[in-house]
């Protein structure tokens, strides 16, 4: 007989990994991803390729070469998924050197500078892609059409986004009749980066997410929700913001509530802080949109929000047992 | 269906022998009753190397209110009185008794026939209360908490229900589900007795519905008495917890420790308990022998044993086919909370409600990762902490974080480690967090009353 | 021009206004603290071990003016800095400074992976007080060094390290300050602080079994088994006791004879730091024993 092992209990363990959760996240990645590769073709194969190779290779280079870590966590699958929701974050036209400098940015100084996975305060791919958006507006703006499936000389044009920017700034509600139909945008025949542009396949993945307890509902619904009830509200004071369908459906919205804040390392711990953080990115990404000089402020309202977890993860905590004693309780 | 209102986890059942008849193991060639069977001051030896004893004689007696006596389950010669190495995997005092034919004590009544409370009219709080004590009854579910001191309110404490566990959470344990098939009009009884002893007019028995056979048969044992109901409840650990399953069966809440159920006007007592504060009372049997589940994948044959106390393990697992080659892991109780045993050689005692063999592959923990701060485990946690940060503050020493943050509320259910995904010991650290604040809590009590 | 006065004029007056700000803050928010502390504070090592009980060496400074103002500085020692440090204390507090033999900690267990067994495995976070909450720990013996390295992690000097061949706890001596930290995170209680000795001399009994001699013997080839054998050598000096089948020398009475140490049929006493030992016949203190 092998020598018998002794161990505090539990004895047994559900079965979940860190691989099963990030490759789960993957998965569902997986519909909006080949409806990238439908509208956009070659330019989101090279795109997608690019950011996930060059971000697995970083990490591994500054695990073995800077950390000298003996184990190389690459396969853990949180670098696949940063690499993949940098991919998606990124217009298909974008040159590869831009590409692998987010995705060196990404890894390099927005994770492993904090000591690797779960110790990163900002959601990496996040940090890469604002990184690019700041140092190179002009490539990073030029958002080709769906249906455009070349890498280079692709067609380009206005995305929704920068229409609805247009219309508040002109004052002119008028501009907005150029916005492509609700169901186009649903679907992503639309312009935009490459994982944006599909809602229905977004929130489809999400769903799946759901479905395998891999996140909870409280931050997609709570930022959609949020997100909803203002423009609605600004639709209805004045026509010149748009309708809330379009609003929801535009962008980076899906993306960034379904897989971008839910990132398990950088949102808070607790069901209420989790609900305090949907909001307020809700909040931040209305008005960064609607009044701020960038026409998408999805990442930005993420980024700040993030730097919050830690304060939100301090005040907030779970409601204990026996705090609130049941209603026929006596004493 | 009705639960707990927060976390919990739901494991592999397992339940491998589930529906397997109980059956009477052996009796053992040398039995070893430990003083320490119970939670409290240990019980005083009050026998000699010599002394013959047969079942039922006294071995140790209670030393003190919360503590409790011991019997011996076998008839025989005391042949030392040593130290041994009891179920918590520590060396402590211990009867040794060689057996020799098997001879009861002639108060024992040994028929297996129905006696019920209205044939005993005579039977007052107070005197059941008396039988319950000197029969050394504990916690069967595995607390070993003196009965007694359950049944005897504090002053200003005035209980409302009796709340029977019959909802055997842990994955693989199937004794109290065979004792119910088998002794359903027994239990009853040991309920009403309860509910008599600490004057209350309202019992309940919450049961699984992954026991839907029990569920049925207690319903209709229980139709003539109007005063019990069957509760079943939705599958979910730690149900069987104290604090979890007087939420879910009358929904209240016991508040943080040091707040006990009394508080919130429950008594809860585990079905083998009740089985056996029938047997006391009714029977006259002090505690000698209890349902014990022998299982685990790799063994041949899982079984439902009824066994004396003191019966060494490895007389149970031969009994259940042997101990399989590839065994990695011994675990006294169920998985989620039982205790690694270091040896076979290891004694029953009254808590064990089971003995879990469990394989190499299985035994192993898989590799620790970092945090991921997926908060899994603040969703699994019954108790409404944050296991993440308590396991943290633990093993950084921050203890008086530790303790605002409510360390000693946890139950140590293992329901975070169970769950997370990177495999980090968070209970270990808990534990060790949670036994150093439990101490410094008790010096600062002790020098403000000095 | 004009450009440049309006940059100049308001980060001026930024700075102004914010260094107004920060004057009457630390005017109003002031604690007042007696300067002593920090006079005190300044000759302590600054290791922050917490050996004297207190919080860090700026605790024990707080304390040491405390203490002195009651007259005292009896009850205080800092162990790492030794007499040297305590005397500097004593002098800018206008006293006289308690003398205090210097400790060392020493690791009351022999029970390496070949005298005792590891029988089971433990799989857990590594802690030794974790892994002594499974109740025997991997051996046999439920005093023995558990080899987790509980006391390395807490010890700033370096100074206890656990021997991955042996699985024991090893003090190097030129290193331990003797200010019991890990004396106090050992579970088990095996780490007792001895005086250093002179020449750091000492003799000591290795072993903190307290099981009856048969069990004791099973669980480790050098248990102390508490036969007396030790105790009735030393009924000169009476420096060894016996307590719960182990015995004990006190540092004290010892007279670093080293008899015990050849008495032993355990080898559980070892002596320290002694030169090897001469041919037999040429030992005085043996002739002096017999006399």
């Given at each position: 007989?092998?020598?018998?092992?002794?161990?505090?209990?539990?004895?047994?363990?559900?079965?979940?990994?860190?691989?099963?959760?990030?490759?789960?996240?993957?998965?569902?990645?997986?519909?909006?991803?080949?409806?990238?590769?439908?509208?956009?073709?070659?330019?989101?194969?090279?795109v997608?390729?690019?950011?996930?190779?060059?971000?697995?290779l970083?990490?591994?280079?500054?695990?073995?070469?800077?950390?000298r870590?003996?184990?190389?966590?690459?396969?853990?699958?949180?670098a696949?998924?940063?690499?993949?929701?940098?991919?998606?974050?990124?217009?298909?036209?974008?040159?590869?050197?831009?590409?692998?400098?987010?995705?060196?940015v990404?890894?390099?100084?927005?994770?492993?500078?904090?000591?690797?996975?779960?110790?990163?305060?900002?959601?990496?791919?996040?940090?890469?892609?604002?990184?690019?958006?700041?140092?190179?507006?002009?490539?990073?703006?030029?958002?080709?059409?769906?249906g455009?499936?070349?890498?280079?000389?692709?067609?380009?044009?206005?995305?929704?986004?920068?229409?609805?920017?247009n219309?508040?700034?002109?004052?002119?509600?008028?501009?907005?009749?150029?916005?492509p139909?609700?169901?186009?945008?649903?679907?992503?025949?639309?312009?935009?980066?490459?994982?944006?542009?599909?809602?229905?396949?977004?929130?489809?993945?999400?769903?799946?997410?759901?479905?395998?307890?891999?996140?909870?509902?409280?931050?997609?619904?709570?930022?959609?929700?949020?997100?909803?009830?203002?423009?609605?509200?600004?639709?209805?004071?004045?026509?010149?913001?748009?309708?809330?369908?379009?609003?929801?459906?535009s962008g980076?919205?899906?993306?960034g509530?379904?897989?971008?804040?839910?990132?398990?390392?950088?949102?808070?711990?607790?069901?209420?802080?989790?609900?305090?953080?949907?909001?307020?990115?809700?909040?931040?990404?209305?008005?960064?949109?609607?009044?701020?000089?960038?026409?998408?402020?999805?990442?930005?309202?993420?980024?700040?929000?993030?730097?919050?977890?830690?304060?939100?993860?301090?005040?907030?905590?779970?409601?204990?047992?026996?705090?609130?004693?049941?209603?026929?309780?006596?004493? | 269906?009705?639960?707990?209102?927060?976390?919990?986890?739901?494991?592999?059942?397992?339940?491998?022998?589930?529906?397997?008849?109980?059956?009477?193991?052996?009796?053992?060639?040398?039995?070893v009753?430990?003083?320490?069977?119970h939670?409290?001051?240990?019980?005083?030896?009050?026998?000699?190397?010599?002394?013959?004893?047969?079942?039922?004689?006294?071995?140790?007696?209670?030393?003190?209110?919360?503590?409790?006596?011991?019997?011996?389950?076998?008839?025989?010669?005391?042949?030392?009185?040593?130290?041994?190495?009891?179920?918590?995997?520590t060396?402590?005092?211990?009867?040794?008794?060689?057996?020799?034919?098997?001879?009861?004590?002639?108060?024992?009544?040994?028929?297996?026939?129905?006696?019920?409370?209205s044939?005993?009219?005579?039977l007052?709080?107070?005197?059941?209360?008396?039988?319950?004590?000197?029969?050394?009854?504990?916690?069967?579910?595995?607390?070993?908490?003196?009965?007694?001191?359950?049944?005897?309110?504090?002053?200003?404490?005035?209980?409302e229900?009796?709340?029977?566990n019959?909802?055997?959470?842990?994955?693989?344990?199937t004794?109290?589900?065979?004792?119910?098939?088998?002794?359903?009009?027994?239990?009853?009884?040991?309920?009403?007795?309860?509910?008599?002893?600490?004057?209350?007019?309202?019992?309940?028995?919450?049961?699984?519905?992954?026991?839907?056979?029990?569920?049925?048969?207690?319903?209709?044992?229980?139709?003539?008495?109007?005063?019990?109901?069957?509760?079943?409840?939705?599958?979910?650990?730690?149900?069987?917890?104290?604090?979890?399953?007087?939420?879910?069966?009358?929904?209240?809440?016991?508040?943080?420790?040091?707040?006990?159920?009394?508080?919130?006007?429950?008594?809860?007592?585990?079905?083998?308990?009740?089985?056996?504060?029938?047997?006391?009372?009714?029977?006259?049997k002090?505690?000698?022998?209890?349902?014990?589940?022998?299982?685990?994948?790799?063994?041949?044959?899982?079984?439902?044993?009824?066994?004396?106390?003191?019966?060494?393990?490895?007389?149970?697992?031969?009994?259940?086919?042997?101990?399989?080659?590839?065994?990695?892991?011994?675990?006294?109780?169920?998985?989620?909370?039982?205790?690694?045993?270091?040896?076979?050689?290891?004694?029953?005692?009254?808590?064990?409600?089971?003995?879990l063999?469990?394989?190499?592959?299985?035994?192993?923990?898989?590799?620790?990762?970092?945090?991921i701060?997926?908060?899994?485990?603040?969703?699994?946690?019954?108790?409404?902490?944050?296991?993440?940060?308590?396991?943290?503050?633990?093993?950084?020493?921050?203890?008086?974080?530790?303790?605002?943050?409510?360390?000693?509320?946890?139950?140590?259910?293992?329901?975070?480690?169970?769950?997370?995904?990177s495999?980090?010991?968070?209970?270990?650290?808990?534990?060790?967090?949670?036994?150093?604040?439990?101490?410094?809590?008790?010096?600062?009590?002790?020098?403000?009353?000095? | 021009?004009?450009?440049?006065?309006?940059?100049?004029?308001?980060?001026?007056?930024?700075?102004?206004?914010?260094?107004?700000?920060?004057?009457?803050?630390?005017?109003?928010?002031?604690?007042?603290?007696?300067?002593?502390?920090?006079e005190?504070?300044?000759?302590?090592?600054?290791?922050?071990?917490?050996?004297?009980?207190y919080?860090?060496?700026a605790?024990?400074?707080?304390a040491?003016?405390?203490?002195?103002?009651?007259?005292?500085?009896?009850?205080?020692?800092?162990?790492?800095?030794?007499?040297?440090?305590?005397?500097k204390?004593a002098?800018?507090?206008?006293?006289?400074?308690?003398?205090?033999?210097?400790?060392?900690?020493?690791?009351?267990?022999?029970?390496?992976?070949?005298v005792?067994?590891?029988?089971?495995?433990?799989?857990?976070?590594h802690?030794?007080?974790?892994?002594?909450m499974?109740?025997?720990?991997?051996?046999?013996?439920?005093?023995?060094?558990?080899?987790?390295?509980?006391?390395?992690a807490?010890?700033?000097?370096g100074?206890?390290?656990?021997?991955?061949?042996?699985?024991?706890?090893?003090?190097?001596?030129?290193?331990?300050?003797?200010?019991?930290?890990?004396?106090?995170?050992?579970?088990?209680?095996?780490?007792e602080?001895?005086?250093?000795?002179?020449?750091?001399?000492k003799?000591?009994?290795l072993?903190?079994?307290?099981?009856?001699?048969?069990?004791?013997?099973?669980?480790?080839?050098?248990?102390?088994?508490?036969c007396?054998?030790?105790?009735?050598?030393?009924?000169?000096?009476?420096?060894?006791?016996?307590?719960?089948?182990?015995a004990?020398?006190?540092?004290?009475?010892?007279?670093?004879c080293?008899?015990?140490?050849?008495?032993?049929?355990?080898?559980?006493?070892?002596?320290?730091?002694?030169?090897?030992?001469?041919?037999k016949?040429?030992?005085?203190?043996?002739?002096?024993?017999?006399?």
């Amino acid at each position: 007989m092998n020598r018998l092992i002794v161990s505090l209990s539990p004895h047994v363990h559900s079965g979940d990994s860190v691989q099963k959760n990030m490759y789960g996240v993957c998965i569902a990645l997986v519909p909006a991803m080949i409806a990238s590769l439908y509208f956009f073709g070659l330019g989101a194969a090279v795109v997608m390729l690019t950011s996930v190779v060059s971000c697995v290779l970083f990490e591994w280079a500054v695990t073995r070469f800077i950390l000298r870590r003996e184990k190389v966590t690459v396969w853990d699958g949180s670098a696949i998924l940063t690499g993949i929701l940098l991919g998606f974050n990124l217009p298909s036209t974008l040159p590869v050197w831009i590409i692998v400098i987010g995705a060196m940015v990404a890894i390099c100084i927005g994770k492993m500078t904090f000591g690797g996975l779960g110790q990163n305060p900002f959601n990496p791919a996040l940090v890469g892609r604002v990184f690019l958006l700041i140092s190179f507006p002009a490539q990073m703006t030029i958002w080709p059409v769906s249906g455009s499936v070349a890498y280079v000389d692709a067609e380009t044009a206005a995305t929704p986004l920068s229409i609805m920017q247009n219309a508040i700034t002109e004052g002119d509600s008028g501009i907005l009749s150029q916005l492509p139909d609700s169901l186009d945008m649903l679907v992503g025949r639309t312009g935009g980066s490459l994982g944006e542009v599909s809602a229905i396949l977004l929130l489809l993945g999400c769903a799946f997410m759901l479905v395998r307890k891999i996140i909870t509902w409280h931050i997609p619904v709570s930022i959609l929700g949020t997100v909803a009830v203002l423009s609605a509200v600004l639709h209805v004071a004045d026509p010149v913001y748009a309708s809330p369908v379009a609003v929801l459906c535009s962008g980076g919205l899906m993306l960034g509530a379904c897989f971008m804040a839910t990132d398990y390392v950088t949102s808070p711990m607790v069901p209420k802080g989790q609900l305090i953080y949907g909001v307020s990115i809700g909040i931040l990404t209305v008005v960064i949109r609607n009044w701020g000089s960038y026409p998408e402020g999805m990442s930005f309202a993420i980024l700040i929000m993030n730097a919050f977890t830690p304060l939100i993860n301090t005040y907030c905590k779970p409601k204990r047992f026996g705090e609130k004693p049941g209603k026929e309780a006596a004493k | 269906m009705k639960t707990f209102s927060m976390g919990g986890v739901h494991p592999e059942e397992n339940k491998l022998s589930a529906g397997c008849p109980i059956r009477q193991a052996a009796l053992p060639k040398q039995a070893v009753f430990s003083m320490f069977q119970h939670i409290g001051a240990p019980a005083v030896p009050v026998v000699k190397k010599g002394d013959v004893v047969k079942v039922g004689t006294l071995l140790g007696e209670a030393n003190g209110f919360v503590s409790a006596p011991i019997y011996s389950s076998v008839s025989g010669k005391v042949s030392k009185v040593d130290v041994a190495l009891d179920a918590s995997d520590t060396r402590r005092m211990a009867v040794y008794v060689d057996v020799e034919g098997d001879e009861w004590e002639d108060s024992i009544d040994r028929s297996t026939d129905l006696v019920k409370l209205s044939d005993r009219p005579e039977l007052d709080s107070k005197a059941i209360i008396d039988k319950v004590k000197a029969a050394g009854i504990v916690g069967m579910g595995g607390a070993t908490f003196p009965c007694h001191v359950k049944l005897c309110p504090p002053p200003g404490q005035k209980a409302e229900c009796v709340i029977i566990n019959a909802v055997e959470c842990e994955p693989y344990l199937t004794a109290d589900h065979s004792l119910m098939l088998e002794h359903a009009a027994e239990i009853l009884v040991g309920v009403k007795l309860i509910m008599k002893a600490v004057n209350v007019q309202k019992g309940y028995i919450g049961i699984e519905n992954n026991k839907p056979d029990a569920i049925r048969l207690m319903k209709e044992t229980a139709a003539e008495y109007p005063d019990i109901e069957i509760v079943p409840l939705k599958v979910q650990y730690p149900q069987g917890g104290e604090k979890q399953l007087i939420d879910a069966v009358i929904g209240r809440q016991v508040p943080a420790p040091p707040a006990i159920p009394i508080n919130v006007g429950a008594v809860v007592q585990n079905v083998g308990t009740a089985f056996a504060i029938y047997e006391a009372v009714m029977k006259n049997k002090p505690l000698i022998s209890r349902v014990i589940t022998v299982t685990g994948k790799s063994l041949k044959n899982p079984s439902n044993l009824m066994a004396r106390l003191g019966t060494p393990f490895s007389q149970l697992i031969d009994e259940c086919g042997g101990l399989p080659a590839d065994t990695g892991k011994i675990i006294g109780g169920g998985p989620m909370m039982g205790k690694a045993l270091i040896s076979t050689d290891i004694p029953m005692t009254k808590g064990s409600s089971g003995l879990l063999i469990m394989n190499d592959k299985e035994a192993r923990r898989a590799k620790v990762e970092p945090c991921i701060r997926c908060a899994k485990c603040v969703g699994a946690c019954p108790m409404g902490l944050e296991p993440y940060l308590l396991s943290t503050l633990s093993s950084q020493h921050v203890w008086d974080r530790a303790e605002a943050e409510g360390i000693t509320s946890c139950i140590e259910c293992g329901s975070c480690a169970f769950t997370c995904p990177s495999h980090r010991p968070l209970l270990d650290n808990i534990r060790l967090g949670k036994t150093t604040v439990m101490g410094i809590i008790r010096s600062r009590a002790a020098a403000a009353k000095s | 021009m004009n450009v440049i006065l309006i940059a100049v004029c308001v980060l001026g007056g930024i700075g102004l206004i914010s260094a107004a700000v920060l004057f009457i803050a630390s005017k109003k928010f002031a604690v007042w603290e007696d300067p002593r502390i920090k006079e005190v504070n300044e000759v302590l090592p600054q290791a922050n071990c917490g050996g004297c009980g207190y919080p860090g060496c700026a605790g024990f400074a707080g304390a040491c003016v405390k203490a002195a103002e009651d007259g005292s500085l009896s009850d205080l020692n800092c162990a790492p800095g030794g007499q040297a440090v305590m005397e500097k204390v004593a002098a800018i507090l206008g006293l006289q400074a308690s003398a205090a033999a210097p400790k060392v900690a020493v690791v009351r267990c022999q029970g390496t992976c070949d005298v005792r067994p590891h029988g089971v495995e433990f799989d857990g976070a590594h802690s030794c007080r974790i892994q002594n909450m499974t109740g025997m720990g991997e051996t046999l013996c439920q005093y023995g060094c558990l080899g987790e390295g509980d006391c390395a992690a807490v010890c700033l000097f370096g100074a206890i390290t656990v021997n991955p061949a042996t699985r024991i706890a090893e003090v190097d001596e030129s290193k331990c300050t003797g200010c019991g930290a890990c004396a106090k995170t050992c579970p088990r209680g095996i780490i007792e602080l001895r005086p250093q000795g002179p020449k750091g001399r000492k003799v000591v009994v290795l072993c903190n079994n307290k099981d009856k001699g048969a069990l004791a013997t099973k669980e480790c080839k050098v248990s102390c088994i508490g036969c007396g054998k030790c105790v009735k050598t030393c009924d000169k000096f009476e420096a060894i006791t016996l307590g719960t089948n182990l015995a004990h020398i006190d540092p004290d009475k010892c007279k670093l004879c080293r008899k015990c140490e050849e008495a032993c049929p355990r080898g559980a006493i070892k002596a320290f730091n002694f030169p090897p030992r001469k041919p037999k016949v040429e030992e005085p203190v043996k002739e002096e024993g017999k006399a």
